[in-house]
């Protein structure tokens, strides 16, 4: 018997949220589903006007009131950033306005002392967490990017969970794929594409779990005719040189960090790192470096079929 879905796709988070779910719900479903994203996004993406993060920004070195939920993610993103030895950190702001990311510096390559000040503001521990209230140093900024649209869909999935869906997908920009599976539907397949030319590498196998991918194709910064990426090393103030990481992860926050951070690795050292991981975390991933080489982790092959 074939399978029949109905889907809808609305933009948040900056990127374009896709939800696929059985024929047999009303159309109705996807308020429900969607309001779920809206309140993430109100309320604790860094981008948002207003959002606890945004306020925490724009009181830089003053304790702000925040609520439960904001101390929760903050308090798993400052977990997770501790296995990485500062390569990750979301205090990288200023860093990525110093590249001009945000058009409010002229484009160019900053030069090493502007570098150095930047990176001197960069550190997630000193983002302070006492109950209900969180305080960053002074010209400290908080990023959300790398984590909060999958924390989102994570929330997104206990929603579903409580309603009674078991067989959807949600495509949150092609950077976060999130499978929902039962025995009737076992698994979904996710295209993974080579990020210079679109070709097609190979499908994906996800039962229940998430895909999460990080490239820095779409967004840079060209000067002098060389594109430069958005995903920058906070240790060396430049963009890391490597082209793509992919994770299958059970957790989306947690998947889409791990690509976020990964990314600043060489290929030995992704394997070293993945390995350290996996003792606290189940997931497998690739690494494709400045060379086209790709590096897996040792049960990703498995989860792949060839083309």
């Given at each position: 018997m074939e399978l029949l879905y109905k889907a809808q796709t609305r933009f948040l988070f900056h990127a374009h949220i896709k939800i696929k779910v059985s024929a047999f719900y009303d159309d109705d479903i996807f308020d429900e589903l969607y309001a779920v994203l809206e309140d993430v996004d109100k309320n604790y993406n860094s981008y948002q006007p207003d959002s606890y993060i945004d306020r925490i920004n724009k009181h830089a070195g003053h304790f702000v009131e925040v609520d439960d939920e904001t101390v929760k993610i903050l308090e798993r993103v400052i977990s997770l950033s501790g296995y990485f030895d500062g390569t990750y950190d979301i205090t990288i702001m200023p860093l990525i306005r110093l590249w001009g990311f945000y058009k409010?510096?002229?484009?160019?390559?900053?030069?090493?002392?502007?570098?150095?000040n930047a990176k001197k503001l960069i550190d997630y521990r000193k983002i302070e967490i006492k109950k209900n209230r969180v305080r960053i140093a002074k010209e400290q900024e908080i990023i959300t990017g790398s984590f909060i649209k999958a924390?989102?869909?994570?929330?997104l999935v206990?929603?579903?969970?409580?309603?009674?869906i078991t067989d959807a997908i949600i495509n949150a920009g092609g950077s976060t794929i999130r499978a929902i599976n039962n025995e009737s539907h076992p698994a979904w397949q996710a295209v993974v594409r080579n990020p210079d030319s679109g070709q097609q590498l190979f499908n994906l196998d996800i039962s229940?779990?998430?895909y999460s991918t990080s490239t820095q194709e779409k967004t840079f910064v060209e000067i002098g005719g060389k594109k430069y990426g958005h995903i920058l090393n906070p240790k060396t103030g430049f963009p890391s040189a490597t082209k793509q990481v992919g994770i299958i992860s059970d957790n989306c926050m947690?998947?889409?960090i791990l690509s976020t951070a990964l990314f600043n690795e060489t290929a030995e050292g992704f394997l070293q790192k993945a390995d350290m991981l996996s003792t606290d975390f189940k997931f497998e991933g690739f690494l494709i470096d400045e060379d086209?080489?790709?590096?897996?982790?040792?049960?990703?092959d498995a989860l792949t079929h060839h083309l």
């Open positions: 409010d510096k002229q484009q160019g390559v900053p030069f090493s002392g502007e570098l150095m924390y989102a869909v994570d929330k206990e929603k579903m969970a409580d309603i009674g229940n779990e998430c947690t998947g889409d086209d080489k790709m590096t897996c982790t040792k049960g990703f």
